[in-house]
Structure formats: structure tokens, C-alpha cells
T-cell receptor, first 112, second 115 residues
Framework: DAGITQSPRHKVTETGTPVTLRCHQT?????MYWYRQDPGHGLRLIHY???????DKGEVSDGYSVSRSKTEDFLLTLESATSSQTSVYFC???????????FGQGTRLTVV | GNSVTQMEGPVTLSEEAFLTINCTYT??????LFWYVQYPGEGLQLLLK?????DKGSNKGFEATYRKETTSFHLEKGSVQVSDSAVYFC??????????????FGKGTKLSVKP
């Protein structure tokens, strides 16, 4: 398995609170991604990073921010959680463009 | 922009039946194509890939051929097992916001194999 660790694996939080999800890799891959998975939508890209401090928005970035201060860590922050952000979040990494990505185990987030 | 369309599920088959899951794509340039599998409660695992036209990816009895003329990458397996029950995702490498490297996924097809 690719060395990707997501934390926490499960979280329940209240509406309006900030939440940070962490993705840690040991593969030294350049690219890191955050996706969310929802029934009927498949996987949708939230944000991605193509290097330290280099990030950009994906398809569903509203309400989310990211940071990457080190190659190995990519943080996803929900500034003020809403019920529509209840989802399963996956981190993925890839060594370059046009290549496969490797996924973490996911974080199940419930906003109540 | 790039996109992927795969057949709606769920698909229910008997053990040893033949499997086809259709996937078509829209893309500019020359993307790579992938099939991922997700077992319950787990992350996505790469099943197979193809990086150029006419390439055939294969793994664990699954196959898919990159058909540029029909913009398709259909997943096939000659004889499915109960252990193949999972959700299957077709994906292509794409561009978003002018940068490279992210994958664009279909919505997934759930496969259930009955003994």
C-alpha cells in the first residue's frame, strides 16, 4: 500500500465549527489531492496541490481551504462546517501529471 | 473540459458470469485512462490502466482496452467471483484550472455477484 495516512478516520462535528482533516504521505510525491465522495456524484475534486505552498481549487472548493507547508502533509480545512459537507473525504497522491493516483482510506465526516 | 461517463448500476451477476462495465470519455489531448475498485469501507485501489491508444490494461482477470476511435475504455472480466463485488470507477487524467495531474472520475458502478 502507498504510504498515505488520513486522520481522523471518523469525525462528528457541529454546524458552524471549524474542522481540519490531515493527509500525510511517506512517498515524497509531488501532487496531493482532496476529493469528496457522495452517493450519485462519484468523487469530486475539492482542492489539489502541485508542490509545497502551490495549491489550486477543484470542482467543489467553496467552503474549503487547504495548506501544504511540507511535501508530506496536505491539510483540508472546513472553516465553518455545514450539513452539506457531511461526506467521505479522500486524500490521494501521485508522482506526476498523467499518472495514476493512490488513495488513502478516507475520513467519514458527519456535520450535525 | 474532460469528462467520464460510465454505465449506471447496480449490476447484479451470478458467479462465473461475464462482466462488462461501459466507460466513455471526452478529452482533449492524450489522457491516460484508469479503472479503480472500491471495496466496502475502503479507499480506491488502482485496478488497471492504459496510457495510449490501443493499450490494453489487465489485472486480476480484468481487462480494458483504450479505444481512441470510440473514446471508450470498457472493463471486462470473463468469469466473476463473489469477491469481485465492489464499486468500480472509470477515470482519466485531466486538467483543471490550467494545471495537470488530477483524475476525473465517473460516478461509479456497483457490482454485486451472487453465489
Amino acid at each position: 500500500d502507498a504510504g498515505i495516512t488520513q486522520s481522523p478516520r471518523h469525525k462528528v462535528t457541529e454546524t458552524g465549527t471549524p474542522v481540519t482533516l490531515r493527509c500525510h504521505q511517506t512517498e515524497n510525491h509531488r501532487y496531493m489531492y482532496w476529493y469528496r465522495q457522495d452517493p450519485g456524484h462519484g468523487l469530486r475534486l475539492i482542492h489539489y496541490s502541485y508542490g509545497v505552498k502551490d495549491t489550486d481549487k477543484g470542482e467543489v472548493s467553496d467552503g474549503y481551504s487547504v495548506s501544504r507547508s511540507k511535501t508530506e502533509d496536505f491539510l483540508l480545512t472546513l472553516e465553518s462546517a455545514t450539513s452539506s459537507q457531511t461526506s467521505v473525504y479522500f486524500c490521494a497522491i501521485s508522482p506526476g501529471s498523467n499518472t495514476e493516483a493512490f488513495f488513502g482510506q478516507g475520513t467519514r465526516l458527519t456535520v450535525v | 473540459g474532460n469528462s467520464v461517463t460510465q454505465m449506471e448500476g447496480p449490476v447484479t451477476l451470478s458467479e462465473e458470469a461475464f462482466l462488462t462495465i461501459n466507460c466513455t470519455y471526452t478529452a482533449t489531448g492524450y489522457p491516460s485512462l484508469f479503472w479503480y475498485v472500491q471495496y466496502p469501507g475502503e479507499g480506491l485501489q488502482l485496478l488497471l490502466k492504459a496510457t495510449k491508444a490501443d493499450d490494453k490494461g489487465s489485472n486480476k482477470g480484468f481487462e480494458a482496452t483504450y479505444r481512441k476511435e470510440t473514446t471508450s475504455f470498457h472493463l471486462e472480466k470473463g468469469s466473476v467471483q463473489v469477491s469481485d463485488s465492489a464499486v468500480y470507477f472509470c477515470a482519466l487524467s485531466g486538467r483543471y484550472g490550467g494545471s495537470q495531474g488530477n483524475l476525473i472520475f465517473g460516478k461509479g458502478t456497483k457490482l454485486s455477484v451472487k453465489p
